[in-house]
């Protein structure tokens, strides 16, 4: 069993930066799958970036040149650099980890506000 758990949201300008954390419970494994996705109000949870092993990382089309994905699985923790935030970007944000194809894992997520 893994628990995960956000931190570092908050509300920012458009323009800023704010870097999420999340923090597993257990031992990350280097073989478990990590993502973060966000969810709008009355939108669809949807896929913000993946990274597989250390380095094989997708990010979706609206974010990518603006946020960075990374883990540290020695520390059991993963991160989310967001630079230039926009608006829409606002969300609440989740993160996930997959592992063993079936195993899902979520955290209780985290809001990210964008002020225009």
């Known amino acids: 069993q893994v628990q995960l758990v956000e931190s570092g949201g908050g509300l920012v300008q458009s323009g800023g930066s704010l870097r999420l954390s999340c923090a597993a419970s257990?031992?990350?494994?280097?073989?478990?799958?990590m993502a973060w996705y966000r969810q709008a109000p009355g939108e669809q949870r949807e896929l913000v970036a993946r990274?597989?092993?250390?380095?094989?990382?997708n990010y979706a089309a609206s974010v990518k040149g603006r946020f960075t994905m990374s883990r540290d699985n020695g520390a059991n923790t993963m991160f989310l650099q967001m630079n230039n935030l926009k608006p829409e970007d606002t969300a609440v944000y989740y993160c996930?980890?997959?592992?063993?194809?079936?195993?899902?894992?979520w955290g209780q997520g985290t809001q990210v506000t964008v002020s225009s």
């Open positions: 996930n980890l997959v592992r063993l194809l079936h195993l899902q894992y």
């Open positions: 257990g031992r990350i494994l280097s073989s478990d799958t």
């Open positions: 990274i597989t092993g250390s380095t094989d990382t």
